[in-house]
């Protein structure tokens, strides 16, 4: 069993940066895949970000690529995700999630691959 939770959510203008926690608790956090998820209202719940078990490979959706760094920190037992160059269109709530991964290389990024969920922080961009 995991539980995370997220913080680090608020208000920031456009073209700013926010950074994102997601803290974890439970046994081996080591061995899960780590998403970031986000959902507008009304929207889907969409994919934003995913790192592997040891932080050496990360992967993104077209959306946020090159604008938004995901990371971690095993000692911590904490994932993070750094936000920059942010634009009206990132408002959304935030979720981060865990996936139990066998492979470094796996970086699953549909929903129905993660096993445990945060109750998400809102990031709203204002213009």
């Known amino acids: 069993q995991v539980q995370l939770v997220e913080s680090g959510g608020g208000l920031v203008q456009a073209g700013g940066s926010l950074r994102l926690s997601c803290a974890a608790s439970?046994?081996?956090?080591?061995?899960?895949?780590v998403g970031w998820f986000r959902q507008a209202p009304g929207k889907e719940r969409l994919f934003v970000a995913v790192?592997?078990?040891?932080?050496?490979?990360?992967f993104y959706s077209d959306s946020v690529k090159g604008r938004f760094t995901v990371s971690r920190d095993n000692d911590k037992n904490t994932v993070y995700l750094h936000m920059s160059s942010v634009k009206p269109e990132d408002t959304a709530v935030y979720y981060c999630?865990?996936?139990?991964?066998?492979?470094?290389?796996?970086?699953?990024?549909?929903?129905?691959?993660?096993?445990?969920w945060g109750q998400g922080t809102q990031v709203t961009v204002s213009t």
């Open positions: 439970g046994r081996t956090f080591s061995s899960y895949a």
């Open positions: 790192v592997s078990l040891t932080g050496g490979n990360t």
């Open positions: 999630a865990a996936a139990g991964v066998y492979y470094d290389y796996s970086l699953p990024d549909r929903t129905y691959e993660y096993e445990f």
